[in-house]
């Protein structure tokens, strides 16, 4: 086994897209990798400066996070590059819709397939280079296009992308391989 010492290298990483509104009501939109699930009803993320922060703040904590697509990813990765503080126009150039959220004070990209609302619960670290938000999932919306049988959200229908950080690329997720607290019964 090679050694790379430590790295930030968790793999995959989610690519989630946070929704704010900045303070001219225009809905904002920016790529986090550093996220993932905390406890049962909860999200945390890592969260930097930009202008998506400031929104927060405007906003009551309020956010929505949709995940990345192979059919969303080039947009996906244009607002986790350029700030809204830097491109007036940053939303238009990604084509998305957006309507809000019913929830919370926050726009939803109707091209993802699945949305959390969210609301921030506390701050981890807080300092002038951002902070660990851990946020409360409020509720989570699925395009009916995207649901199985029995109604509930079909992941392999979405075409999710996860972010490979040692490669920096973005992968594509494939088929179903097994059935997770149930294939390993065979070797019991
Ligand atoms: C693949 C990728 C992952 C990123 N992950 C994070 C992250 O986890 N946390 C963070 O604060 N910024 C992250 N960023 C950077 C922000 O998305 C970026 O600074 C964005 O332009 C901020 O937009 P805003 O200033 O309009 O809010 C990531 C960017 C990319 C491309």
């Not at 790529?31 to 406890?39: I, P, S, T, V």
């Not at 009551?60 to 700030?83: C, K, L, Q, R, Y």
């Not at 609302?117 to 660990?132: H, L, Q, V, W």
Request: charged share 25%; aromatic share 8%.
């Amino acid at each position: 086994m090679k050694s790379f010492g430590s790295k930030p290298w968790v793999l995959p990483q989610p690519v989630l897209i946070i929704g704010t509104y900045n303070k001219d009501g225009k809905a904002n939109a920016m790529n986090a990798a550093w996220g993932g699930q905390w406890d049962m009803h909860e999200i945390m993320i890592s969260m930097g400066s930009h202008a998506t922060t400031e929104n927060l703040k405007l906003n009551n904590g309020e956010f929505t996070v949709a995940f990345a697509t192979a059919e969303t990813m080039v947009a996906s990765d244009f607002v986790g590059i350029v700030s809204a503080n830097k491109d007036p126009k940053k939303m238009e150039k990604t084509g998305w819709t957006e309507e809000k959220a019913p929830n919370v004070n926050a726009p939803v990209f109707t091209d993802f397939p699945m949305t959390l609302e969210c609301r921030i619960k506390e701050k981890i670290d807080e300092s002038a280079e951002g902070y660990n938000l851990v946020a409360e999932i409020v509720n989570v919306l699925c395009d009916e296009k995207y649901l199985d049988e029995k109604g509930n959200p079909d992941v392999e229908k979405m075409n999710l992308i996860i972010y490979d950080s040692v490669g920096h690329n973005y992968i594509q997720l494939g088929k179903v391989v097994g059935k997770a607290f149930s294939c390993g019964n065979e070797i019991k």
